[in-house]
């Protein structure tokens, strides 16, 4: 529904084109029934993420290093940091999706969790917050939906099971520009 | 057969071995697929870091047990639990494996139990060593002959 036209002094004059377009206000639409377009692609048949911004927090060295080869494998871009700290001053509205290690001692994912909430107060412009733990019992699972995780993940994680995770996020959301 | 497919057929039998001997669980398959054009060299990087933590975690385990009084056991159990987290990710099996019933002792606050399993943690992680080590020379190997490294579901 909507109009374009193009309108001009003359010649040489320049122009100018002008549409009216009738767009729906966000929040008061149904997300279901938007249309489900994940930025996703295919890459030699397998679905990747090119671009997305993924932040990592993680502090074993080791496993926030396979965590960003399995990233970047997908074509994700990855930034890392390896405390709640560091994470809370570096997490921004570019970054669509925190995958958080909510087993370590001396990290308080949850928190960091509620604190994300906090500091993005818009719906849309909120990363979604996935947890990783070595662990899944029902205490962790429940304090992480409670804390507003949009997913856990069980580690070690394979190349199948973050693609899947990562496909089955970005499904259940409202469509984005990747950058 | 040519120098290539013999080096080929050692290098699957060899990965397969250490499968079959739990060295290494299906993580350490994910790693070989993260490896590609853009980033040929990962599995020998992320392992060289997972073996300098070993080293650094083994050093602080083995420092806090060496208090014969009042070992602070939340310290040992802080070092084995990011040592499992490693070795998980990487597929460390043996090492992972043995890191667990390590924690049950630092839980029990066992100090032999603990030692006990220092030793042995420090063993697999030796052994692991070697074997990854001389896995890495086979791909050497290959390619210096021209060719490419087989990939073993």
Request: aromatic residues 6%; hydrophobic residues 40%.
């Amino acid at each position: 529904e909507g109009h374009i036209w193009i309108e001009s002094e003359g010649l040489g004059k320049g122009c100018t084109a002008i549409f009216i377009v009738k767009l729906g206000i966000p929040g008061r639409l149904n997300e279901s029934k938007l249309p489900i377009m994940p930025r996703m692609s295919t890459i030699h048949g397998q679905i990747a993420f090119p671009g997305l911004k993924v932040l990592v927090m993680d502090e074993n060295g080791v496993s926030r290093m396979v965590t960003k080869g399995l990233l970047v494998h997908l074509g994700c871009d990855v930034t890392m940091v390896s405390s709640s700290d560091e994470c809370l001053r570096v997490v921004s509205h570019e970054h669509k999706v925190v995958l958080m290690d909510v087993c370590v001692p001396g990290i308080d994912g949850y928190e960091t969790a509620m604190r994300i909430h906090e500091k993005f107060t818009k719906h849309h412009e909120r990363p979604l917050i996935v947890a990783l733990t070595g662990n899944t019992d029902k205490v962790i699972n429940e304090n992480c939906m409670k804390v507003g995780m949009d997913g856990i993940v069980l580690k070690p994680v394979s190349l199948d099971k973050m693609r899947s995770v990562l496909s089955d996020l970005l499904e259940h959301q409202v469509p984005f520009e990747a950058i | 057969m040519d120098v290539v497919n013999q080096l080929r057929r050692q290098f699957v039998d060899y990965y397969t071995s250490l499968h079959r001997e739990g060295f290494v669980d299906d993580q350490f398959t994910q790693l070989q697929k993260l490896q590609d054009e853009n980033s040929p060299d990962f599995v020998v990087e992320v392992a060289s870091l997972f073996f300098e933590d070993c080293e650094k975690l083994i050093n602080n385990m083995a420092r806090a047990l060496e208090q014969q009084q009042r070992v602070d056991f939340k310290q040992v159990d802080a070092s084995v639990h990011q040592l499992k987290g490693s070795s998980s990710s990487i597929g460390a099996m043996r090492v992972k494996n043995v890191c667990i019933a390590f924690r049950s002792f630092c839980e029990a606050q066992n100090r032999e139990g603990c030692l006990r399993c220092l030793q042995q943690v420090t063993h697999e992680y030796s052994l692991l060593k070697n074997k990854l080590q001389t896995l890495f020379r086979l791909e050497q190997q290959i390619l210096a002959v021209g060719g490419s490294i087989p990939v073993v579901e």
